[in-house]
Structures are given as C-alpha cells and as structure tokens.
C-alpha cells in the first residue's frame, strides 16, 4: 500500500548569489535578471514552480537584489502607458509576472553558502516539505522534473533530488550521488553524497542538478553544518547526513533526469541556452534559424 505524505505547497529559490562569472554586467544588476531571450532567467524559474503546483514561493535574496522583488510587483506606471497606447499584448506580458504566484522575500545577510541561504527558509517552511529551485537550471516546461520529483516524496517521503548523467571528467563541477537501482527506472536510492568530488573519488556520474524536494528535518540538521568546501555551508553536506540515517527524517531518492535543461550558471552556457530556446519559439524560430544557418556556413567558409 502506498503510504500518503503531506502535499508540497512552497518552493523556496535562493537568489542572493553575486553572479561574479558575469560581471561587470552583474555588479548593478542581479544575475537572476539577465534576459533569456526576452524574460528574465528567474521568472522561467517561477513559471516551473508554479506548473508543479506551487504557488507560495519564497526567494532568498540580498544586497543589490530589488530588481527581483520590483520584477514580480505591479508597476502602474508602465501598464497605464501600455493600456493608452492599446498594446494589450505588451501589457499582458507585463501583467504575467506579477501574477504567476504568491511571492514572498528573506534576505540572507551573510552570504554563507547555498546551505545557509536554505536555512533562511525556515520560518517561512515551518514543517512541512517544499521544493527548492536553483536558478542557474532552467527546466524545459515539456520536461516536467519537478512534478515527477514531487511524485516519489509524495510516495516515499523523506526528501528527491534531482540527478543527471554526467561524463566521468565532469562530475568534479557537481556535487555527486552514490546510487542503489529501484524498481521505478528513473528512481534512485541515494545512499551517500559528496560535493565536488576529485573523478577518481567520485562514487558515480550521477551530477545534481539544481531542484530538491526537501524534508523539514534538513532544517535541524543546517543548523549544526559545520562551513565545508569552499568555507561555505554545503546543502550536500547536510543530505548527506539524511542518507546516511533515514531515522532522522526519511529515506533520500533521486529522479535521474533526462529531459532538456539550460545551464544559465555559466557565459558559454548562457549563450548556448539563448540561442536553444529562441530557436525554438515559434515567433521568433523559422527567421533565426535561417539567419544561423547562413552565419555557421560563413563561418565554416572562412575557417
């Protein structure tokens, strides 16, 4: 019989990084609001908690990070001018942000770590389990991760992370997952968990990617996390324990993912994630496919 768990309502998205691999567009500007085509990386990061039913969302932000709050107001101003120059669909798309969700903000003083930032949830939290969102990982909507991954929690309790496949070489980027096989194909027993570990330490090549479903017992267990690579405190760190002890607050599953995903965390990434979903948008698509097409081929002409 498949034993029932509380239902998930809140997604938590840390936003207080500095964004320092893209200065100095960042330094006055916060790296969540650099446009992926035409909307800013963090409102794809909203749209996804929101399709997965999560409609309460907690950002973690910090110094130099209004723009975020200001992005998912209302602003009268512009809707007003928007409204008398009959653009409705200008102003519709204004108007989405501010209505995707019930939005709420904490700022995390010190910048400690994505641990720490996650701390900062609590209060918010309370005890109940919730999604956290990380917003260098944009999931394509056709892909549904999270909904699957609110799946397996809801069935199994304790807490899912997310994983991908990486080659050996690359696991060092990643924090790492050592794995047992389930029943379910895309399922996995989460047995132990380093960060960033050397390849030739790494126990799998199973990379995490940025979204969890987190039991509220991970709370307890931040508080007492030591700082740990990099002097930060390492969320790795603290599901580590929970893998470690299923006691403490239940087992800890991973979704191996295989579906489209956009690394906005990197500039050559970003750059590649731009062009991956302009071409596939339909206003914009057939018109820069062609215009990519003749530029590759001139490119290869000259090279």
């Given amino acids: 019989m498949t034993q029932s768990h509380p239902r998930i309502s809140k997604a938590v998205i840390p936003a207080a990084g500095l964004g320092t691999r893209f200065l100095p567009a960042t330094k006055a500007t916060p790296k969540e609001m650099l446009p992926v085509v035409d909307k800013p990386a963090i409102q794809?990061?909203?749209e996804e908690a929101v399709s997965a039913g999560l409609d309460d969302v907690l950002m973690i932000t910090g110094r130099n990070k209004r723009p975020l709050?200001?992005?998912?107001?209302?602003?009268?101003?512009l809707e007003s001018a928007l409204e008398k120059k009959g653009d409705a669909e200008?102003?519709?798309?204004?108007?989405?942000?501010?209505d995707l969700a019930t939005m709420h903000y904490v700022r995390q003083g010190d910048p400690r770590g994505l641990g720490h930032a996650v701390l900062c949830a609590a209060p918010h939290v309370g005890h109940e389990p919730f999604a956290v969102l990380l917003g260098d990982d944009l999931i394509d909507p056709r892909d549904p991760l999270l909904q699957r991954m609110i799946e397996v929690q809801e069935r199994h309790g304790g807490s899912v992370i997310a994983l991908m496949e990486v080659a050996p070489e690359q696991i060092h980027l990643y924090g790492c997952a050592a794995v047992e096989t389930t029943a379910d194909g895309d399922v996995v027993r989460i047995t132990g968990l380093v960060e960033k570990p050397e390849p030739a330490d790494a126990p799998s090549n199973y990379a995490i990617i940025g979204r969890y479903v987190l039991d509220p017992h991970i709370f307890d267990i931040l508080r007492k996390t030591e700082p740990g690579r990099?002097?930060?405190?390492?969320?790795?760190?603290?599901?580590?324990?929970?893998?470690a002890d299923e006691k403490v607050g239940g087992p800890v599953h991973g979704v191996v993912f295989k579906g489209r995903r956009y690394d906005t965390g990197d500039r050559g990434d970003y750059l590649r994630a731009i062009v991956r979903l302009a071409c596939e948008r339909e206003d914009l698509g057939p018109d820069f496919r062609t215009w990519l097409r003749s530029y590759v081929a001139e490119e290869m002409q000259q090279s």
Wanted: aromatic share 8%; charged share 30%.
């Fill in 44 to 46: 794809y990061v909203v």
């Fill in 90 to 98: 200008r102003l519709a798309k204004v108007q989405e942000s501010s």
């Fill in 230 to 243: 990099g002097g930060e405190v390492q969320l790795t760190d603290a599901l580590q324990q929970l893998a």
């Fill in 69 to 77: 709050e200001d992005h998912f107001d209302r602003n009268y101003e």
